[in-house]
């Protein structure tokens, strides 16, 4: 069964620290692995990974996917309180049967 | 607890056709969320409903999409005489109600597995 995990569930932090979020999967035909951000309507998307070791950069915000151990990682450097969110992975996967599996998502706070 | 329901996973419509998607969200869950994923592009908003309520639908376009909630039942996403550029994955995603006293944290949507319709 086609899974993504994330973890933790949820994070609280104070301004200025380095958080890392993680997400695992197990999908049949990989295609990518996306981020989001989200927080109050629309997911906004953040990254889209499909190499592994290639680290995508904005701004504080970067991510990394790693193809052999079938996870990808989010860190945020100097955090803010307008980093608070929740952030989604997603995957792509399929070939004949394109799907996008979400994760349940890290809920991030911030504390001023 | 089974998660956020949709059907059919796929839809195939020819052009003038209607479709419609169905969003069963997780048990307790009382506000459901429609987005629309064109291929290459990320989520995008089309509607936030409660049962029998549509509290934003600044997303929706304004002809041919409709959006219900009703008091039993699932949530039905209609989009009326289908065109090729409708062709995209439609997700649905639940939340439970909000924290009396206001949110300290964003409430969580819960996603379900999809709808990807061709139209042909």
């Known amino acids: 069964e086609d899974k993504v995990v994330q973890s933790p569930l949820s994070l609280v932090v104070h301004e200025g620290d380095t958080v890392t979020l993680n997400c695992s999967y197990e999908v049949t035909n990989f295609r990518s692995l996306l981020w989001y951000k989200q927080e109050k309507k629309a997911p906004t998307f953040l990254f889209m990974l499909t190499s592994s070791g290639i680290e995508k950069k904005s701004g504080r915000l970067s991510s990394i996917l790693d193809k052999k151990e079938l996870f990808s990682i989010l860190n945020i450097t100097a955090t803010q309180t307008g980093d608070s969110a929740v952030y989604l992975c997603a995957v792509e996967a399929g070939n004949r049967d394109d799907k996008i599996i979400f994760g349940k998502g890290t809920r991030l706070h911030i504390l001023p | 607890n089974a998660g956020v329901m949709q059907n059919p996973r796929h839809l195939v419509r020819r052009r003038g056709q209607e479709a419609r998607l169905r969003c069963s969200p997780m048990?307790?869950?009382?506000?459901v969320y429609w987005y629309r994923q064109l291929p290459e592009e990320g989520l995008k908003f089309m509607v936030y409903?409660?049962?029998?309520?549509?509290?934003?639908e600044s997303g929706m376009p304004k002809e041919r999409f409709s959006a219900e909630f009703p008091k039993e039942g699932p949530s039905i996403l209609r989009i009326q005489q289908v065109v090729r550029g409708d062709s995209a994955a439609y997700f649905c995603?639940?939340?439970?109600?909000?924290?009396?006293?206001?949110?300290?944290?964003?409430?969580?949507?819960?996603f379900g597995p999809g709808t990807r319709l061709t139209v042909l």
């Open positions: 048990k307790g869950h009382s506000h």
């Open positions: 995603a639940s939340s439970p109600p909000g924290l009396a006293g206001g949110l300290i944290f964003t409430d969580t949507q819960y």
């Open positions: 409903l409660q049962k029998e309520n549509i509290i934003d």
